[in-house]
């Protein structure tokens, strides 16, 4: 059988590790030509060695800070031109700074919100241009969090960052529906990726973190990389501005499990 995403060409941002990378496995492992956004080279290079390889050519590395207007730009340029066009877009990159609400600073509150938010709409807008102009029916995936509806203390800016996410993907899906662009996100819960080295390396914690998830256990990337794929395929073909908790029931009020009344 032809792989489900077959000919088609995948954009991924924060691609070097985690579940961007996952996600970049997935499409390739179904057929997609992949571009991988990051900003260590290096790692990139890791990843892209890990890849499916797919019949209508090469997968590509454009390293570039999402953040960055310019560079980002240009990194979505390069890899349309080299690609011969563009699918699918995946805005994965994302990064978080830990500090009581009383002391954050500006500067890091800037950069949160510069790479979570900003980060996520330039590529989008990149997307969104090309498309139109050549009559694509693009889809877009934005990686958020629970934490866009679940409060996160001592993350002010991440939780400000992901909520915004949630509307953003609302805003677009209704801006662009008539078009049939399709823009979704997934939020995860707590997965096993870089991100949460604290508590995954530390078997205490992990056990902690475990106990208040419903399904105890926290998620692999894989889990989350599927869900994605599910978004940017054919079988979400009517579903747009909506976003997919993917989080073994973390939002689900965990302490009404014993229904006590
Ligand atoms: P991770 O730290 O392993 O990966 C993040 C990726 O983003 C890395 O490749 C990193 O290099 C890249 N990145 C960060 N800043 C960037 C920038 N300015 N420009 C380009 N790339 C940049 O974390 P992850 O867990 O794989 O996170 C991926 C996404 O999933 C993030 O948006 C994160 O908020 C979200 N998320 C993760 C979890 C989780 O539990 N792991 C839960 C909810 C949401």
Redesign the pocket.
Known sequence: PTPAFAGQKVFI??????????TARFFAANGARVVL????VK?LETVLASLAQVPEGPHLITP?????EKA?SDAMAKAISEMGGLDILIC?????IEGPSEDFSVADFERVM???VL?TAIPARQALRYWLKNDIKGRIVV?????QIIPKPGYLS?AAS?GALGNIVRTLALEYASHGIRINAV??????????DSWVNDPEQYKVVSSHIPMKR??Q?AE?AAVIGFLAGPASSYITGQTLFVDGGLTLYADFEKNWS
Not at 13 to 22: D, R
Not at 92 to 96: E, I, K, S, V
Not at 187 to 196: D, K, L, Q, R, Y
Request: no cysteine; proline share 6%; charged share 10%.
């Open positions: 941002t924060g691609a070097s590790q985690g579940i961007g990378a996952e956004n990051g900003r260590n790692a570039a800070d999402v953040s960055d980002i994965n990159a994302g990064f978080q510069g790479v979570n980060g990686n958020s969090s629970v934490h991440y992901k939020a995860p819960g707590a997965i096993v990726t870089p991100i949460n926290p998620g990337s989350i």
